[in-house]
């Protein structure tokens, strides 16, 4: 038995979202998948001054620790940002969530352990 | 299970994502990724009713495990390079090595990709066949610029007198970024085998399902490369 597909996707898109209802959701604020995509824009553009702003940051002659946690603030917010709204995470199952995070979390805490036996953080 | 299948002209509208659900095994996986299924977002917008026993598609779940895995690859290979990076024995050392301006615009480059790609994602998602085909080959071309750098870099790097087995300083940084690359070249294959899929109707399944897999691979490519420019370039030896 099959289904016709032209129709499916008519059934889907009457049921779910009409294309003027897609067409107004590229404009809008936000819909349930996402950002628009001026939202999207907008992201990317706080992305680009964090990158400049690493960039900066690497050239300027700042404490040691002012240095190391301002890197490492900035990564680790790039990192999420990206993942949250690029990525959908944040507007997606919790379940995908959890699949990558613990993926994430459980290399973190393997490799934190694997440098600090060998005496990383000392040397360093 | 073709005698539970329904016609699609019984279905009422209304009710679209729970008859999907009868529909018979070999189409299921295709159909029921539409504008419900494509989230998963059962949770937090209400059940429409799937096809699997997750109530997420299933192509999705895969990827995002997959993606989870990943990050246990690029872990090892970069604490591996933290490891090693101050074994150089001499020079050349990566501080005389590292063009910040080079690899600054190259990582802005990979960022303004991951922005293109989203909105070939959303123009998946409207059915803008045609703006969809557009992101998704400029997304390929800033990719391949990206891999263009990286190639001139490593290029650079041999002619300074760091090969692969120069020490271990040398082999981790080849090691880590050449698998960046990698990644990358199979995501520019994947974009360029994807527009010419969707130029000559070709994709199986839900179209927007697969411009969203293809999507989130490139994304933690980029993801990958926000951590390796802090670790590996800007904070210092």
Known sequence: ?124 | MADTATPTSDVDPGDAGSSVATIDDEHAPSDDHGDHADHGDHGDHGDHGHATSTGLSNNKLAMWMFLGSECLLFGGLISTYMLYRGRHSGSPTPNQLYNIPLTSVSSFVLLMSSLTMVLAVSAAKRRDDRNTNIWLTVTALLGATFVGAQVFEFTEFYQEGLGFTTNLFGSSFYTLTGFHGVHVTVGIIMLLALVGMLIRSRVPGDKAEVVEMIGLYWHFVDIIWIIIFTLVYLIPA
């Open chain 1, 1 to 124: 038995m099959s289904i016709d597909t032209e129709n499916h996707d008519d059934l889907t898109n009457d049921a779910g979202h009409s294309e003027s209802e897609h067409a107004e959701s590229a404009h809008g604020e936000h819909d349930e998948h996402g950002l628009s995509d001026r939202g999207y824009v907008g992201i990317a553009i706080i992305l680009a001054i964090m990158t400049a702003a690493e960039v900066a940051i690497s050239y300027l002659d700042l404490p040691g620790w002012m240095f190391m946690s301002g890197l490492l603030v900035l990564m680790v917010v790039k990192f999420v940002m990206v993942v949250s709204f690029f990525m959908h995470l944040k507007f997606d199952s919790k379940i995908f969530t959890w699949l990558f995070y613990s993926g994430l979390i459980l290399a973190v805490a393997v490799y934190g352990v694997m440098l600090a036996t060998f005496q990383f953080f000392s040397r360093s």
